[in-house]
């Protein structure tokens, strides 16, 4: 898939507002809008002019920029219709020198990664995916604690949108080591946070997120292990709103982060997760697959565990699996 920029004209239709756009005599504008009506933007047309009619979901940087309130974390978005993976483009982007709080968002990917080099699909309309650049100033050893940081600030932005579409109390999201967000059981986000260094020889962290939202974001026969957002809740989640919640809890939680506030992450992740402690878990790591009870994290976001013969191990980077009662 290649990589294809959201169409300029989209910000064109945003900025003229209610008096929409005068429909271009550009033949390559007219396709851009059309494109991105069969995308499913909600463009219309009467013949005149091109109106956008924003509901709170498209993904428009100008749009984003004017709901996130976050002084400490300026932005610079990058959005686009198809990209190979928004880690990938935005690792790229801070190898060049992209100063943190890069963002880059996409329709649809065509490379999307998980952990472990597993796949994540996008869906257009229906997925929320983007990747955020950071420079910690914190020693390296304390950078794998930014996926814990992420998670945190994702399920804050979850739960926050729950309560604003939802007077239901049941299904709230919930953490599972290290970076999965779980609804009812099943997975409806995960985080991928990876460390790159730059062409000046500077360091910097690329925080991945992928949500399923919409009910075409679940992959076909993955219905027993992952859900969407939409159908958990059943009302509709939009995605732009998702993600102003999340650059807003990220801006605080990586202040924490920042000022080695490392306790207060720990903890946080902690109140957000049921299965940190006493918990009955599969490891799977190269050398196989072995039974242990969780028994809390340590200082650097790592999980403790207990085997069956008493040995006491901590894993950093293993897939954790909850084992039947």
Known sequence: ????????????????????LPLPSVPALVEDLDRLRDLGFPLT??????????????????????????????????????????????????RAGAPEGTLVTAEAQSAGRGRRGRAWVTTPASSLS??????????????????????????RALRRTHREITATEGALPELKWPNDVLVRGRKVAGILAESLRDDRGGSAAVIGVGVN?????????????????????????????????FLEEIAADYAAFQEGRHLEVLESWKAYSSMWSGTRVWV???????????????????????????????????????RPA
């Open 284 to 322: 799977t790591e190269e050398g196989g697959r072995w039974a242990a009870v969780t028994r809390g994290l340590d200082e650097s976001g790592g999980l403790r565990l207990q085997t069956p013969d008493g040995l006491e191990r901590v894993v950093l980077a293993g897939d954790v699996s909850i």
């Open 213 to 245: 939202v919409g009910p075409t974001s679940v992959p076909p026969g993955l219905d027993e292990t992952a859900a969407a957002l939409d159908s958990e809740w059943n009302c509709r989640v939009l995605r732009r709103q998702l993600l102003a919640r």
């Open 1 to 20: 898939m290649p990589t294809v920029p959201l169409p300029a004209v989209l910000e064109s239709v945003v900025a003229a507002g209610s008096a929409g």
């Open 45 to 94: 047309a009467d013949g005149i002019a091109t109106r956008l009619l924003d509901d709170g979901d498209v993904l428009v940087p100008s749009l984003l920029l004017r709901e996130v309130r976050t002084p400490r974390l300026p932005l610079q978005v990058h959005a686009f219709l198809e990209v190979g993976s928004t880690n990938d483009h935005a690792a790229g982007l801070a």
């Open 130 to 155: 983007f990747s955020l650049v950071v420079r910690p100033a914190r020693p390296a050893e304390e950078w794998p604690l930014l996926g814990l940081v992420a998670s945190v600030s994702l399920v």
